[in-house]
């Protein structure tokens, strides 16, 4: 794990998810959350982004266990079903997107400033830009931090 730019958990918090985007994967591990102990060694992968020369970054949970996943590089967010498969897709006029957030059944969408402007001028336009779309799924529960000093 390099640069974590999603966390989630299962709906019943027994494993988390976490985007590793250096990787290009999202990856499942053993969750306590009694402790909030994280068994990297027991990962899995659970996504890995099929766009060529894009990688994931953040991510949002909708409360049906979908995962809505920023394709940095790709100009789109993408749904993950619980099998890990794409199921839905959300279509974006710049291609640096970061991370999605889902307030009531809306997906909030931010981007980045897009990093290779001489080669995709088109993607200038709306860099740094929030987007609104309205998937009609809620968001899931979100779970509280507990700093321990």
Known sequence: MT??????????????YLTDSPSGKISK???DLSTGAINLEKGEDFFTSPYKDTVPDGHAQDVEGGFWVAIFGGGKVV???RDGQIDAEVELPTRC???P?????????????EEDPDNHPESVKY????FKV????KGAPMNKFRLQA
Not at 101 to 113: Q, V, W
């Open 79 to 81: 749904r993950i079903n």
């Open 101 to 113: 957030g889902i307030c009531g059944e809306d997906l909030y969408i931010t981007s980045a400033e």
């Open 3 to 16: 640069i974590p730019n999603g966390t989630s958990w299962t709906l019943d918090n027994k494993q988390i």
């Open 134 to 137: 309205h998937i009609g799924v």
């Open 97 to 99: 997107i970061s991370c």
């Open 29 to 31: 591990h053993p969750y």
């Open 127 to 130: 860099q740094g830009a929030v």
